[in-house]
């Protein structure tokens, strides 16, 4: 998801007290940042919730890269707006995070570093208008699947940036799936484009879930404390039973030759995506991992005078204003 | 009674290395008159006015608000959750404070 393979394990505090905290979490309980936490909690919490930060913020990039082209000035305003959200979702998290006790500088700086990771579906490129549409219908598509049941998770703050993000969510998929109608139903040449988009997006957004259950490293604690809420392979079976109506609808062919539903389990059959591809592009070696990683480095160093500049004005005023008293 | 600052992390947090940014501030929004400013969330700016401005791109881009307080959230002074017992047991013992401890018969109407 916009946080892939977040490993947990127990933590080696008081029996007691651990015991006392899953009976909080069993009753539904939201746990708030004062609240004594297990410190595997704590650490899983910031490395889910940091990653989930970082991927908002990464997600900006292959948006980005079509502000200036959108097609009319109405889809320009409304791709602005779509970014300029997804900012907003990653400073919420941030701010979920820094409960936890790191700064988001700290975090920022181990994104930066490579000890932190972002989903893997940004290390593709938006070649064609076309992916655009496919990002909202797909990709924030895959995303809403995750994030409706994180607004029940836990971890308060968590679970208050998740009810923020999905209100502003479902508006992100719409005008995805909007482009992706305007296409299909358009020239030749614009359908094409549309199923060409359908076709480079279709496996990578299937890796979002991260690996199937049976390869998936340790999440059982995470089930229990309710930071993860649902396995991978169910969200990712949702997420195809859910999309591929929705791809029949716009007559646009999922490239899945093995695509068949099974009337016995009421879902589809599929296949997946390539997981070692999947552990490549996570690992670095994706088409456009260092073109990203170069542009958040370029933005945090060139934007320190921004920063400094600030904190000098706000210095200055202050001391101005200790001087009238 | 003891108290902690909001967010100042509590004594199980390893404590934080490296350089802090600006400081942070937490934002409360009156979606409309008539209601009470509700915290909605947090950021981090150099002053109260750029927090403001903050604000406004971060929590306001649908017409969630009439009204934005901002306020440091260091000058936040906040309970402890250990204190939960002796600061709220002795009103869940003080039922009569409620008007549903008195019963009283029908036929006094409205009262």
């Given amino acids: 998801m916009y946080a892939q393979m977040i490993a947990s394990q127990a933590s080696d505090e008081d029996p007691k007290r651990l015991a006392a905290f899953q009976k909080r979490i069993d009753a539904g309980e939201k746990i708030e940042p004062k609240d004594w936490m297990p410190s595997e909690y704590r650490k899983t919490l910031i490395r889910q919730i940091g990653q989930h930060a970082h991927s908002e913020i990464v997600g900006q990039l292959p948006e980005g890269n079509w502000i200036t082209r959108a097609p009319t000035l109405e889809r320009k305003a409304i791709l602005l707006a779509k970014v300029q959200d997804e900012a907003g979702h990653g400073l919420y998290l941030y701010c979920a995070a820094e409960t936890l006790g790191i700064s988001r500088d700290q975090l920022t700086e181990m994104l930066l570093d490579g000890r932190m990771k972002y989903s893997s579906i940004f290390n593709y490129p938006t070649l064609t208008w076309a992916d655009i549409g496919a990002i909202g219908w797909l990709v924030d598509g895959a995303a809403i699947m995750n994030q409706v049941p994180l607004q029940r998770t836990s971890f308060g703050p968590y679970a208050r940036a998740m009810i923020r993000i999905c209100k502003e969510e479902s508006f992100h998929q719409r005008q995805g799936f909007d482009i992706m109608m305007k296409m299909c139903n358009g020239s030749k040449e614009q359908k094409t484009m549309a199923q060409n988009a359908l076709d480079r997006f279709w496996y990578p957004s299937l890796m979002m879930f991260g690996p199937s259950d049976s390869d998936s490293i340790h999440s059982e604690q995470s089930m229990a404390w309710k930071i993860k809420m649902n396995s991978n392979d169910e969200l990712r079976q949702k997420f195809v039973d859910q999309t591929v109506p929705q791809a029949n609808l716009l007559r646009l062919t999922v490239p899945d030759p093995n695509l068949k539903w099974k009337d016995k389990r009421k879902g589809y059959d599929f296949t997946m995506p390539d997981w070692d591809e999947f552990l490549a592009v996570i690992n670095g070696n994706g088409p456009c991992n260092a073109d990203r990683l170069s542009a958040r480095k370029k933005a945090w160093t060139e934007g320190q005078w921004v920063r400094d500049g600030l904190q000098a004005h706000a210095k200055k005023n202050a001391n101005i204003m200790i001087a009238a008293e | ?111």
């Fill in chain 2, 1 to 111: 009674m003891t108290t902690t600052t909001a967010r100042k992390p509590d004594e199980t947090v390893e404590p934080q290395q490296g350089k802090v940014g600006a400081p942070l501030f937490e934002v409360f929004i009156r979606s409309q008159n008539g209601l009470n400013h509700r915290h909605v969330g947090s950021l981090q700016a150099p002053d109260a006015k750029t927090a403001l401005l903050n604000a406004r791109d971060v929590y306001t881009r649908r017409n969630e608000g009439a009204s934005i307080w901002v306020v440091e959230s260091s000058k936040i002074t906040a309970s402890s959750p250990s204190e939960k017992g002796p600061l709220y047991d002795p009103s869940t013992s003080k039922i009569y404070r409620h008007p549903t401890f008195y019963c009283i018969p029908d036929d006094a109407g409205a009262i």
